[in-house]
């Protein structure tokens, strides 16, 4: 492996060594905390220009497959990792860590202190930085990290939106040897796509929705056109007040009679059309062990987050007036639901398909198949 640097627009520098894709990358660099499921962290379109790092200290040895892809493709700018495993061990793997990342132009360093680069990372915030080679200039490599776009007001949606809709209608993966009868279809759902998670439409799936999904910037009218019974806004990477055409999409969308349910940026887009304000969380939420309070229940759920923006609680009492927040992170007391008081309009920023994570959350989707059997 050739030696490799990390260098964050604060002049600090992590040396390693170079695997996946021999290619120099920048992003905002952030930490992940799950201690499994890498190949879906990696595939989650929520983490277009970042770069990645996995606080667990070994990575790479259940491999890769082609079934927990949680997109079409890799979407994050970078992987660093304290230890990539010399060996893969899975009954599910085909492919090896080093190798998916080379092939999908992927750039990884291993070998890095990823406890002293998350503790930068949490005492002075998620920053921009570099992943590269060449170690012989690492000045020129700040440089060029100070130059490199900073994520505040950055629109990423445009990357990882579908090009035109497309039909779901695949349920959860499960053993052959243990199929699962699927529950019939009962409800058409129209899904908008800033960077939608294959989990969530499997999910869809499971509780008995056909899914078409449809671009970003797809115009309310073609959407209601379709016939939905619900609307859904899907995750996705990027300040959400940059992406201000789903904003003004979403306003007309809250105001029909169908069940309207976001997820993560989806949540975020929502909050903003009803008149709330976001901002930009100092590191961001990003693993699968945050516990969550349903105000309504007292009920934790601990829950798989990814997002490095927040809704602003004092906004969103100012906005709609039957808006309210409806879960609060324990962490932080930061919003994590919220939702219009007489209508089946909600909005949830963590991810209850996990994926990875845990499942505590997944009675979401059967809430969202309750509105729209109500309306």
């Given amino acids: 492996m ?30 992940n905390t799950s201690l499994t499921g890498y190949q879906e962290i990696l595939t989650d379109p929520s983490y277009a220009g970042q770069i990645v790092v996995m606080t667990a200290p070994q990575i790479g040895n259940t491999g890769v497959n082609a079934e927990d892809v949680e997109a079409g493709k890799l979407a994050c700018a970078g992987f660093v990792v304290r230890e990539l495993s010399p060996l893969v061990s899975n009954w599910r793997a085909d492919g090896d860590l080093h190798g998916y990342l080379a ?33 012989s200039d690492v000045d020129a490599l700040v440089d060029k990290v100070r130059q490199s776009p900073s994520m505040e007001g950055r629109d990423l949606v445009p990357a990882v ?13 499960t053993p052959k040897q243990a199929p699962v009868e699927l529950v019939p279809v009962e409800f058409h759902v129209v899904a908008y796509d800033f960077g939608i998670k294959r989990n969530i439409l499997r999910d869809m799936r499971d509780v008995g929705c056909r899914v078409t999904v449809v671009p ?71 693993g699968g062990n945050h516990p969550v309070k349903d105000l309504a229940t007292g009920k934790v759920e ?13 906004s969103l009492a100012a906005a709609e007036p039957n808006a309210e927040c409806t879960h609060k992170n324990l962490y ?44």
């Fill in 161 to 173: 939106t579908c090009d035109a809709p497309y039909e779901w209608d695949t349920p959860s993966w």
């Fill in 2 to 31: 050739k030696p490799a640097v990390l260098v964050l627009e604060n002049g600090r520098v992590f040396a390693g060594r170079a695997f996946g894709a021999a290619a120099e990358s920048f992003g905002e660099v952030v930490f």
């Fill in 103 to 135: 092939e999908n132009g992927i750039s990884g360093i291993e070998g890095v202190d990823t406890r002293a680069l998350t503790r930068e990372l949490r005492e002075r915030g998620a920053m921009r930085g570099v992943i590269s080679t060449d170690t």
């Fill in 332 to 375: 932080d007391n930061t919003v994590e639901g919220i939702a219009v008081a007489g209508r089946s309009v909600f909005g949830i920023q963590y991810h209850p398909e996990a994926s990875p994570g845990p499942h505590d959350a997944s009675y979401l989707f059967g809430r969202f198949v309750n509105a729209m059997r109500d309306a």
């Fill in 216 to 286: 970003a910037t797809t115009a309310a009218a073609d959407a209601l056109a379709l016939q939905p019974d619900g609307l859904f806004l899907s995750n996705g990477p990027g300040d959400p007040a940059a992406v201000t055409y789903a904003i003004d999409t979403v306003r007309e969308l809250a105001t029909t009679n169908r069940p309207l349910f976001g997820i993560c940026l989806g949540h975020q887009i929502l909050s903003l059309a009803l008149g709330a304000k976001t901002y930009k969380l100092p590191f961001g939420h990003h």
């Fill in 302 to 314: 601990i829950t798989s987050q990814n997002h490095g923006f927040a809704v602003d609680l004092d």
